[in-house]
């Protein structure tokens, strides 16, 4: 009988033992041994939203990890009780069992959290260790892996190639996440004008940016760049029609938000006759005597017109009209003597109104612009020469 009742007592025991053994094999609960995952083909199975712990030791040691991914959407690590020591990276990979290499990078190294973007359901990989590799934690650090559904409607569109259509005069409601998205997006051109693109309910850890190109599958370079990186609200002129694409980031490419935000691309049709006339390859010829109706806009504008006094080498130039914002100034030139391609300065800026004293039967350039180049309008205003 005593036999009897101390088998009794040792199967519960027995059992909570195999439990024990069988949740941490699995990963599963705090003080969890998802070892040996050392290499992609040892990668742990762990679940979604499921906590687990693990550690970096030894030194060195590269702890791999997978899930099942439903849909489209983002993988998102988070790391708790990281050690003081240790700089805990991620990086997110597929597995290439029959490829020569079988580490596909996805994302190379961030430090925790981070996320990535999944384009499709499947099994994906990830991989953390120490940032520099010469560190180990004693105690475990705790993990979590969550699964976040496609928020950005535009997405996926990190390549010019995948850029998604916008209606001119429309608003769209992108995402930049995870850290260092880059969203591609182009409109279609019809006529000569402006594109002009404001945003709100931006999220506050994010600052905005976006460059004008033009993409071309069959040139080398693809991508042509038309205007540099700006912050919104920002305008860029287009002169010819067709396709232009737009690229959105966050300014230093060192901020993310789950959280949308509005964009709106409005269209302005070209309002100065003059345009384009950027440079002075474009310049139009103007005379003494000519009012010139024309604008500043937008930002950093720079209007180049010609002309050539034919008697009386003094010449002056009036504005008015011009927006609250503005201030022209012009600047003079002659083609440089040793090189047709390039203008040589020969009157600095001067504001408006202005008296010059030019050569005779001589070709001149001359410059107009906002004085520090950091404002605009499309309202038109009267330059008139005397």
Same mark, same amino acid.
């Given at each position: ?242 396709? +232009?694409?737009? %690229?959105? *980031?966050? /300014?230093?490419? @060192? =901020? !993310? $938000?789950?959280?949308?935000? &509005? #964009? ?99 070709? +001149?350039?001359? %410059?107009? *612009?906002? /004085?520090?180049? @950091? =404002? !605009? $309008?499309?309202?038109?205003? &009267? #330059?008139?020469?005397?």
């Amino acid at each position: 009988g005593k036999e009897v009742k101390m088998r009794n007592k040792l199967i519960p025991l027995i059992l909570t033992g195999v439990l024990l053994i069988a949740l941490i094999s699995c990963g599963g609960g705090k003080g969890g041994d998802n070892e040996p995952n050392n290499t992609i083909d040892q990668a742990s199975k762990i679940t979604l939203a499921q906590p687990f712990s693990t550690k970096i030791t030894p030194v060195g040691d590269n702890d791999w990890f997978k899930v099942e991914i439903p849909e489209q959407g983002y993988l998102k690590v988070q790391a708790s009780n990281i050690p003081e020591e240790i700089g805990l990276e991620v990086a997110f990979a597929l597995y290439q069992e029959w490829e020569g290499e079988k580490i596909k990078y996805i994302r190379e190294w961030h430090r925790v959290p981070d996320a990535v973007f999944i384009p499709k359901a499947g099994t994906y990989y990830f991989v953390i260790k120490d940032d520099y590799d010469d560190k180990e934690s004693k105690n475990p650090i705790e993990m979590k892996v969550d699964f976040l559904k496609e928020f950005d409607p535009n997405e996926p569109n990190n390549k010019p190639e995948d850029a998604k259509l916008v209606q001119l005069n429309s608003v769209i409601n992108p995402a930049i996440y995870p850290t260092g998205d880059q969203d591609w997006l182009k409109v279609k051109v019809e006529k000569q004008g402006y594109l002009l693109l404001k945003s709100k309910n931006v999220p506050e850890d994010i600052v905005p940016q976006i460059k004008y190109t033009i993409y071309d599958e069959w040139s080398e370079p693809k991508i042509k760049e038309i205007k540099d990186w700006h912050h919104i609200p920002d305008s860029c002129s287009v002169i010819n029609t067709g396709e +232009y694409y737009i %690229l959105l *980031h966050d /300014d230093f490419d @060192d =901020r !993310s $938000s789950e959280t949308t935000f &509005e #964009l709106k691309i409005d269209f302005l049709e070209e309002m100065d006759q003059y345009e384009p006339n950027d440079n002075f390859k474009d310049a139009k010829s103007v005379n003494r005597g000519d009012t010139l109706k024309l604008a500043i806009f937008p930002k950093g504008d720079y209007d180049y017109f010609k002309i050539k006094l034919e008697e009386e080498n003094k010449i002056k130039f009036m504005a008015k009209d011009f927006a609250s914002n503005i201030v022209p100034e012009i600047r003079i030139y002659i083609l440089n003597p040793e090189n047709p391609n390039k203008l040589t300065k020969v009157i600095d800026w001067k504001r408006c109104p202005v008296e010059f004293e030019l050569e005779v039967d001589k070709d +001149y350039f001359f %410059l107009v *612009h906002d /004085d520090y180049d @950091d =404002r !605009s $309008s499309p309202k038109l205003f &009267e #330059l008139k020469i005397e």
